[in-house]
């Protein structure tokens, strides 16, 4: 399960139950295999000014990736995309993706808002 730069999680070392990280850990690997971008999720607290911690956690990504960085905390959301997957998922539909997880987030529900995302984008950028 890729959950960003940081490495991988467990249950007990954040905000998801093992029912909750199978759940995000199923739509990264759809999204990545519907659409041939690698994609990786990051929960937890940002350095400011947040978007410049994002796109550096990106830095250790590929040019297929696509980035969703979360610090609920901070009530920040960012979504990363490199030059290559870039060309297939616009601003346009990342900031469709992005408000439709905020609504989910501002009802509680942080997996579901990730998973919703995720299935956004990989259908924003299509198959292969």
Same mark, same amino acid.
Request: net charge neutral.
């Given at each position: 399960?890729?959950?960003?730069?940081?490495?991988?999680?467990?249950?007990?070392? =954040?905000?998801?139950?093992?029912?909750?990280? /199978?759940?995000? &850990?199923? @739509?990264?690997? $759809?999204?990545? %295999?519907?659409?041939? #971008?690698?994609?990786?999720?990051?929960?937890?607290?940002?350095?400011?000014?947040?978007?410049?911690?994002?796109?550096?956690?990106?830095?250790?990504?590929?040019?297929?990736?696509?980035?969703?960085?979360?610090?609920? =905390?901070?009530?920040?959301?960012?979504?990363? /995309?490199?030059? &290559?997957? @870039?060309?297939? $998922?616009?601003? %346009?539909?990342?900031? #469709?993706?992005?408000?439709?997880?905020?609504?989910?987030?501002?009802?509680?529900?942080?997996?579901?808002?990730?998973?919703?995302?995720?299935?956004?984008?990989?259908?924003?950028?299509?198959?292969?």
């Amino acid at each position: 399960m890729q959950h960003g730069p940081q490495g991988e999680l467990g249950a007990g070392d =954040g905000p998801f139950t093992t029912r909750q990280l /199978t759940r995000i &850990d199923e @739509a990264l690997t $759809l999204s990545s %295999r519907e659409t041939g #971008l690698t994609y990786s999720v990051y929960v937890g607290e940002f350095k400011a000014p947040t978007r410049a911690h994002a796109e550096a956690l990106f830095e250790k990504l590929t040019d297929s990736s696509v980035l969703v960085a979360v610090s609920p =905390g901070q009530r920040a959301l960012h979504i990363v /995309t490199g030059p &290559d997957s @870039a060309k297939r $998922l616009p601003n %346009r539909a990342c900031a #469709l993706a992005a408000l439709a997880m905020r609504a989910s987030f501002a009802n509680g529900d942080l997996t579901g808002g990730i998973v919703t995302g995720l299935r956004m984008l990989a259908d924003s950028a299509g198959n292969r």
